[in-house]
Every structure is written in structure tokens, then in C-alpha cells.
């Protein structure tokens, strides 16, 4: 049988099977350990039959997933302007410091003299944290984005819950992030929306419209999701306050704001944080995150338990916090994504300022280049990110997902799509502060080809990405014919 | 800074591109009442080689050396792990990469998460899995949620109290702004769950652990055909997987819902956390499931492929009327879990299994020798509590000054079982280890 040759089983992209597709009954890719006690009787209930798992060999393992991660696009491999997810560099020292025996051997339980080092670590977290939002405490708990949101918003319950009257609804601009009205709705708030205006912010008179007693806050995105600052955000939460509601704020964009506003000051009372954005962790393809939680002093007896408490001259984990929303995660969260963010700090120090001004240089740039190229809505000077539409290729036919298939041919990571939902075939650019001046005018050259082949050749577009290991694939079969287990 | 690529003179000439006089004029939409007014108060940047001194002492000052031993569990376990994952998930394109939302150039881990799902699966007997959730604790508390959904109407669930306390409490935190009730249901004698206590109407879900925060295996048949007499789903919670190398499935059993912490598959410990939340149901609760869910399909040339599917269940379509909120998950951590999976092998993991089972089994007995007593008569896998003759805390202060840590007092949780120590023995630990603790403890 000749196979060589065959596309997919030579050069450098090869072919590799579902798991079990490989196994062989009794092979093993684990050592053992030798057995130094004696066999114990199973009783009835233990007697079970045969596992349906598959056996492979050590090296049948490491040639499956090393094929399977040729076949992904991570930051390592070229630009990621994926928007509102900072696809930003993810520096390999961090994974050697969250790496060490000392950290990964730690039982979560283990008694507080066994367990400074972590403990202080997530201590000066904490304050490095509350330092860089102006927010003065910090728990470092949940476990992602929406599991911080959800903190934030639980906070908001308790907060209300003490004051003596619950309230039931929650202000949620248009733009807003989909994981902000599902949070608020596991919290039993009812959403309302508010619109932003033409100039793609919210109006303090939108909010001074809707806000009520009834109202427990709202929940702002700042920058927002088309990337721009909510200027209008010190009067809007003087309209919130003065009803006794609060603020939140959806961190998720800080990486614009880094030494530059001070969270206090614009009146956000809650924020949440994503480490494995702004503070360079890696997203794993789809997690483990870390989604701290930064409160005002009048919310601190709200964060959740347990909390690193600095003792003097030793760090504990304290539950002693009567007022505390409750326990969120099994134990602390996601330490080693911490470290990683901890790392990442110390190598930045105030440096960080410099991160979030070259973000949104990096943004204004590719802007002013494409707005000629792809629809601007927003024709403004941006944060860390900008929108485009595709309603300018509609006469091609041509629609914002051919765009970013299209984009794959080129080597590059497609920005978020049709998202904010408030423009039309949304492109969502976020390049990050760690991509240079060459790979931008890369991508921008790349971009500018595909607005002309739109116009000259809109077929190539229809049929992208035509140099991936797989086409486009059939999501609709997948969702009318669920295939969830092999 | 190395991570940061500008020079001066492209600054420059990227700001004369903008129209832009400085960096500054860049953040001009910020009004001067919302800026900082202070430069960042952070410690010197630290060079790559400050950073790991830095960080060397604190990994120093823990627990971790070579004459420490530690025999908790309690939900966080001492397994081996092969070197083989380390390096495996150490590759940059699986852990810089995004959610998949590009499935052509995420198919890596789209099929790695595929392969997770469909091992999870028949790890706990069960039709379908999701693509992970945050921990143990929050998968259980979304568990309740959905059963809760499912069943509409109800508003009452029941949870036995030998679930991880710390999963009760997370369960607490979750169910309580939707006025949802939580019934207590005790643990008999024999270490399980008692179903003599079990609330008679409005049930949406009974909840168990097993084997339970005592080790103990529940009888799930038992408690499955309790819950199902009153149209509720039986939800199993789990915080060590590898005893479904021994015990029976949860699935296997009658549960609905089988929901936990899979840390033990291949996941080293890191203080708690990133571990993994599983998440398993039957098949005709897919639409009600919160989280991603990986689906099999095929591209425009029919070959076989992998997406995100059923997203219409998911926050950023759904947004409030979502099944949940959760976006990123644990998806590099089920990753992990499938290649251990997979390493271990159907026949490996019968024998790990054992193995742990053994190692307690001799530890008990060790124990009952040197005039300590067990606590409880059911069945365990590689944890189990013993009654000591003197205050669990006592015997825990003296063991830790000598490097060992011999389990989890439980009067921190259990006030009335002040005198009882939870131990965990897995395969990291030789029959020497084993004597040695029940010396220390006993002595």
C-alpha cells in the first residue's frame, strides 16, 4: 500500500485519528508504580466491569497532540486582533515561575506556616492590583471574567440586601459583553438596556431616564466594546449614586488604561479584572483564566471568603468576614494563572503605562489606515481597540465572515465578529501593545488585498480559507445533528 | 522592555500617521477629572533573572521539600503526572490560542476538547459532557441551577450534608439571590448518606457526593431511584475521579447529573487551583447544559471537522435568558485530563485504581492495629476517616512539626467530629510512608 505523497501525510501538516481510533487493548503510556502493599478484597458493590477508555503508548500520546497543535493559531504562531480579548504576548518566564515544585505541590489546604510563599504572592497581588485601578480592595477568587462579573454582581445583592431593600432591575448599555446580562440574571436582576448614542457612548441623560430606586446599578464596559471611552462615565455615576445604586465596571479592556484614569475617581464601585488579558497570562484556548475583583472600601466586607490576610509578621487564609457574599470557588482560584500575572507586574512595574499608550497607538494606527479601506462607524480616536463594518463589500456580496476567512489565508488571526452587536457585520480590532510597527502594516496590507479582491474577485473570499487543514465547516449540521462524544 | 517592540522613531512615525502630536493626545476623550493624577506606585521593573530569585524564595517558603509529606485530600489530590503532559500541554499553540471561535484554525483543540468530552463521558457513564466548567464546587452549584430550570416549577433542593463543605458553600452563595431552598439531608452511621430525611415535595434535585467528603462510597442506585420516585433528578458531585477506575459510573448508577473536580486526572495541585470542573449529563438535558459544548461536523470538502456547537443556549447570544453566564472555562485543564486519560488507558486506570484502594486499605488496617478506630463502615477508595483517642488538632500540630501533614481535622467542619481525622493515601506513597504516619499519628 503506497501512501506516501498523500496529502496530509507528509510535509509538515499530517493526518492523526481520534484517540480511541489509535488504541490497542493493553498497551499503557503511564509508569506504573510498583506495588509495595497487598491486594485487598473487592467487595460486591466494586466489582465492575471493564473500562471504555482507550490504551495508547507513551509516544502514541505525544505524536497525537503534537499533530493536533499544529493544526491551532496561537499568539506564538502570528497576530491575534482578536477584540475585547487582548490576544496580547505571553511571556515564558511567567509559565517557569507558575511552574515551580514549591507552587505546584501546595495543597490548597495546607496549614498557613506551610504556605507563605503563595499567600504573600497573592497578597502583593492584591495590592498591585488595587495600585493600578485605584480601587483599594482586591479578591482574587474567581476564576474568569464572567466568574468576577458574577462576584461583582453578587456583591451588588448583598450590598442592597443590607441596606434593607432589594432591588430588581439593572442598567446594561447595548454594548455591553453577553456575559454581563447573564450575570446579572443569575443574581435575579431583570436587565434593561440602555441605547448609546450616535457618537457611540452612553448619555448621562439615557441613564438619568432609567435609573430608579427599583434600580440596583448598572453595568458600564469602559472602553467599551467599539472601543471607545465612556467620557460622560463621572456624571453618569453621580445619577446612579444619587438613586443609591452602584457602579460596575467590566474590566475586560483595561489594557487602554493602564497609570492613565484612576477607577475611583470615574466612580466605578466594582471591577472586574481579567489576568489572562491585560496581565499577559495565557488564555489556554478557552481558559484557565483569573477575573479578580477590585471594590471600593464600603464593599470590602462583600468579597467573597476566603481572604489572604496579612497577619503582621505572617500571611492566613481568613474566612472571618461576617458579611461576606459566600464562597465562589473550592478553594482560592486560579493560583497558577495568578502567578503568572504577578510575574508579569514585577517585570513591568509602572511600565504599564507605557503598555496601555502603545495599545492604543497600536489601534489609532491600524484605524486611520483601514478607515478608507472598510466602514468606520465610529470615526473617533480610539482606546485600545476599533470597529469596523462590512456594509461597504455588501454590494460584492461579500459579508464580514468571508473577510476574516479570508484573513486566515494570509497568516493572520480574524478580529472578533458581529460583535458589538450595535454595528452591522462587526470587526472588532484589537492588535495589543506587543505587536510591532512591521506586523501591523502587515496586517494592514493584508486587509487593504482583501478589500480589492472583494471588488475584483469576490469568489476567492466565498471560497476562504483554502490554505487551512480544514474549509468552512458546517455548523449548522453540527447544531441540527448534535455530535457530542465519539 | 523586551516585551514591548516600538522604537522611538516608529512611535514617531506612527503618531504623524494618526495625526497625533504625542502619546498623550491619544487619550484626549479622557477629561482631566478622570485621570490619574500619580504616576503607578509599583516596585522597579525586575530583570527576567531579579524575577526568578524573586520567585524562587517565595516556592521556598512553602511546604513543598523533601522531607514533607502530606496525606490530605479533601478534594485536592497527590497523583503522578507524566512528564509526557507537562511538555504536551507546554506547547504554545494550545495555550496561546483563544476560545476556538475560528474552528479552521482551531481544530487542535477543537478535537482535544472532543476527545476530553467524549473521555469524560464514559469515565462517568454518561451520554454527553460540556467542555469544562471553572471547579468542582461551581459545577455542582450550576448543576442545581439547571435542575432547577428543568424542573420549572420546583424550588427546593436537597443536598446531603457529606458533600465537600466547601461545596456547599459555593452551592450556598449561588442559589441563594433565586430564592431557592437548600434542605440538609444528614449522614447515617455507616458513613453515607441517610434518605430517611429526604424532603417529600417541591424537590427539583437530591445531591450527593461519592465517594463522599468522608471517602465513602454512597449507594447512588439507591439514591437515584429516591430522587426519581419524586420526578427529581439525581445529581452526583465528585472531587476524586480516578475511583471511577474502581467504582461504578456514576451514570451506571442512575444519575442524571454527574458534576465535579477532575484535578486528580493529570493536574498538579497549585494551591487549588486551575484545576477542573466536569460536567456530564444525559443526553435530553443538552439544551438545558451550561458552557461550551464541542460538536462533530464536516467542512465544504466532507472531511471530518470539529466547532462549537449549540450555542444558542450560551451568554453571548442568549445573553440574559442564557444557561449560564460562563464564557472562558477550564478548557487547557480538560485537555490535560484527556491526555492523562489516555496515558493511563482503560487498563491502567483499573490498576492505578486499585492501587490507591489498596494503599488505604493497608492504612486502615495499619491504623486499627495501632488502636485507632474508623469512623465509618462503608466501602472507600483511597480516603477514609479514623477516630483518634486524643483531638484531631493535637495530633495534627504534632505530626506537621515533623514535616508531616496527616490529614484534615474534621472538627474544622464538623464541630461533633472534633476527635476524627479525613486521611488520603494515593499512589505517591510508599508502605514506609504509610507506616511511618500511622506512627506519628498514634504516637
Known sequence: MTTYA??????????????????????????????????????????????????LSELDVVRHYTRLSHWNFGVDT???????????????????????????????????????????????????LAEITGLPHVTLQPAAGAHGEYAGMRIFYAYHQAQGHQRRKILIPDTAHGTNPASAAMCGYQTIPVKSTEKGVLSAKAVEELMDEETAGIMVTNPNTLGLFEENIREIAAIVHGKGGLVYCDGANLNALMGIVDMAQIGVDVLHLNLHKTFAAPHG?????????????????????????NEGNRYVLSADFPHSIGRLHTFCGNVGVMIKAASYI????????????????????????????????????????????????????????????????????????????????????????????????????????????ARENPDLLHQAPSKTKVGRMDETMAARHPCLTG | MRYLPHTDSEIQD????????????????????????????????????????????????????QQSMSFLGAGSYDHYIPASLKHLVSRSEFYTAYTPYQPEVSQGTLQAIFEYQTLASRLLGLEISNASMYDGASALAEALLMALRISKKKSTVAL?????????????????????????????????????????????????????????IEDLSRIAQAAHDQKSLCITA???????????????????????EGQSLGIAQSFGGPGLGMFCSLKKYMRNLPGRLVGQTQDDQGNRGFV????????????????SNICSNQGLCATMAAMYLASVGGTGLRELARLNRDKAEYTKNAFTSAGCSLSFPAPTFNEFVIQLPRDAEEAFCQCTEKGIVPGLPLGRYYPQLSDHLLVCTTETKSKQDLDNLVKEVCS
Open chain 2, 14 to 65: 506612527m503618531l504623524q500617521v494618526i495625526g497625533a502630536e504625542s502619546l498623550d493626545d491619544l487619550f484626549s476623550p479622557i477629561g482631566q477629572a478622570c485621570r490619574r493624577t500619580s504616576a503607578l506606585n509599583l516596585p522597579q521593573p525586575m530583570t527576567e533573572w531579579e524575577l526568578d530569585r524573586h520567585m524562587a524564595v517565595l516556592a521556598e517558603n512553602m511546604g513543598h521539600s
Open chain 2, 238 to 260: 465528585f472531587t476524586e475521579p480516578l475511583a471511577y477506575g474502581l467504582v461504578p459510573s456514576p451514570g451506571s448508577q442512575g444519575a442524571d447529573i454527574a458534576c465535579g
Open chain 1, 346 to 453: 514585577l517585570s513591568m512595574g509602572a511600565e504599564l503605562k507605557t503598555v496601555s499608550q502603545l495599545a492604543v497607538l497600536n489601534a489609532n494606527y491600524i484605524k486611520e489606515q483601514l478607515k478608507e479601506f472598510f466602514y468606520l462607524p465610529y470615526d473617533r480616536t480610539c482606546m485600545h481597540e476599533c470597529v469596523f463594518s462590512d456594509i461597504w463589500q455588501e454590494k460584492y456580496k461579500v459579508s464580514t465572515l468571508d473577510i476574516a476567512k479570508r484573513l486566515l489565508d494570509f497568516g493572520f488571526h480574524p478580529p472578533t465578529i458581529y460583535f458589538p452587536l450595535v454595528v452591522s457585520g462587526a470587526m472588532m480590532v484589537e492588535p495589543t501593545e506587543t505587536e510591532s510597527k512591521e506586523d501591523l502594516d502587515r496586517f494592514i496590507q493584508a486587509m487593504m488585498t482583501i478589500a480589492r479582491e
Open chain 2, 308 to 323: 462549537l456547537t449549540l450555542a444558542t443556549r450560551e451568554q453571548h447570544i442568549r445573553r440574559e435568558k442564557a444557561t
Open chain 2, 160 to 216: 446531603s450534608t457529606a458533600i465537600h463543605p466547601h461545596y456547599r458553600q459555593v452551592v450556598a452563595t449561588y442559589l441563594q439571590p433565586m430564592g431557592f431552598h437548600i434542605v440538609d439531608i444528614p449522614w447515617g452511621k455507616d458513613g453515607r448518606t441517610d434518605l430517611s430525611h429526604l424532603p417529600q415535595d417541591d424537590l427539583a434535585a437530591v445531591a450527593v457526593q461519592s465517594p463522599n467528603f468522608f471517602g465513602c
Open chain 1, 6 to 55: 498523500v496529502p496530509g501525510t507528509s510535509g509538515l501538516t499530517m493526518n492523526e485519528p481520534l484517540l480511541w481510533e489509535r488504541s490497542r487493548k493493553g498497551r499503557c503510556g503511564f509508569s506504573l508504580p510498583s506495588r509495595d502493599v497487598p491486594e485487598a478484597d473487592l467487595p460486591d458493590e466494586l466489582q465492575t466491569p471493564e473500562l471504555d477508555l482507550p490504551d
Open chain 1, 285 to 309: 484556548g478557552g481558559g484557565p483564566g483569573s477575573g479578580p475583583v477590585c471594590v471600593t472600601s464600603e464593599l470590602e466586607p462583600y468579597l467573597p471568603i476566603p481572604r489572604v490576610v
Open chain 1, 78 to 128: 502570528g497576530s491575534y486582533p482578536l477584540g475585547s480579548c487582548t490576544m496580547k504576548y505571553n511571556p515564558k518566564t511567567n509559565e517557569v515561575q507558575a511552574a515551580r515544585p514549591g507552587f505546584v505541590h501546595a495543597h490548597p489546604l495546607l496549614p498557613a506556616a506551610m504556605s507563605q510563599g503563595i499567600l504573600q504572592l497573592m497578597h502583593d497581588l492584591q495590592n498591585h
